[in-house]
């Protein structure tokens, strides 16, 4: 009978071990007021900064407005009809692709080589990255004011290449529209190149050493090398940076209304929609237009975006979940 009682006590106790233990209710709202407490203020300003202004820029977008008072005019969607029936906006919507496009395919295959020259043991290479890295910090007015006075008819390019003898490769740099795009992305790649190579240089620093001796040893030569580990392991930072490339693309304005200007930029083919917006809608002082303009620049970056996250960068975003909502997610 003591054995019996005893294999009792000891199952008892082996059921009370196994038993889950449930938290009390107290100390679920506590974490849940800590959670609103720390994450309360960015919510605010991110519902006060972003969502109320696309909001209020969707109401202004239903009507006439002249950007004074309270809008009356209610025009309902003639905003967006008149807007995509222009050949103008739609024009700008494709240069801006055009520049998303011609972006991942200058930059990209730039940046990843020098990434990999700068990240061997080579003399200088901290004073490379420096000077690589200079034009992504220097503000965007100083680098549109200098190229627009370097690519002007009597500017600094035309007078090097007749004092060198090639007067025949003088050209309007910035209203020829056959070569204003160009030269629009030969800026951008100047300017934005260097963060770029910041980019892939700190995900190459992620990459296991043991990973190259281990191809060293089976004698495999420094492109096949990078070709078979350093791609392949540098992936999810080139779809990181082409997103942010692609949003920045959609949303270019600045270093175009600089060189070019609100009125040259569309007939030099390099026009995009916020300088459309910019035009059409703070210049023109019709304001309702404008925020229409911007209400379909945002819905446009947000589906490119989506769309992006979903099939692009998808097997990253569920890479980084782990424990029971990760094993949840990939059933």
């Known amino acids: ?8 006590s000891t199952r008892t106790g082996a059921d009370r071990t196994s038993a889950p233990v449930r938290r009390p209710p107290r100390a679920d709202w506590r974490k849940r007021g800590e959670i609103a407490l720390l994450s309360g203020p960015a919510l605010l300003v991110f519902l006060g900064f972003v969502i109320f202004p696309v909001m209020m820029a969707a109401f202004y977008g239903f009507f006439k407005w002249n950007g004074f008072g309270w809008p009356t005019e209610f025009v309902g969607l003639d905003n967006y009809v008149l807007m995509l029936q222009d050949q103008t906006f739609r024009d700008a919507v494709a240069h801006n692709f055009a520049i998303v496009v011609l972006s991942l395919v200058m930059q ?14 080579i003399r200088g290479r901290s004073l490379i990255r420096v000077l690589i890295f200079t034009p992504y ?15 002007q008819d009597a500017g600094a390019l035309n007078s ?3 004092k060198w003898g090639l007067g025949a490769l003088q ?3 910035i209203a020829d529209p056959s070569i204003a795009i160009w030269s629009l992305m030969i800026i951008i790649t100047w300017k934005y190149i260097g963060f770029a190579v910041i980019l892939m240089l700190a995900g190459m620093q992620s990459i296991p050493e043991e990973l190259y001796e281990a191809a060293a040893i089976d004698g495999a030569g420094f492109w096949k090398t990078q070709w078979s580990i350093t791609l392949p392991l540098l992936g999810p930072t080139i779809r990181i940076w082409a997103f942010l490339s692609v949003i920045g693309s959609l949303q270019l304005f600045d270093l175009v209304n600089i060189i070019w200007g609100q009125y040259i930029a569309a ?3 390099t026009s995009t929609m916020a300088t459309y917006m910019y035009q059409n809608g703070h210049l023109a002082g019709n304001y309702g237009y404008g925020n229409a303009v911007a209400v379909m620049l945002f819905l446009i970056s947000l589906v490119v975006a989506l769309v992006y996250q979903r099939f692009v960068l998808r097997r990253d975003t569920e890479g980084a979940l782990t424990g029971d909502s990760g094993k949840a997610r990939r059933r």
Not at 1 to 8: P, W
Not at 108 to 121: D, E, R
């Open 160 to 162: 090097l290449l007749e």
């Open 108 to 121: 990209g295959p730039i940046a990843i080589l020098f990434a990999l020259l700068l990240n061997q043991k």
């Open 137 to 151: 910090v220097i503000a965007e007015v100083v680098v549109g004011t200098g190229w627009s006075l370097m690519l």
């Open 267 to 269: 007939t030099a083919g």
């Open 171 to 173: 050209n309007s740099w």
């Open 1 to 8: 009978m003591e054995s019996s009682a005893s294999e009792k």
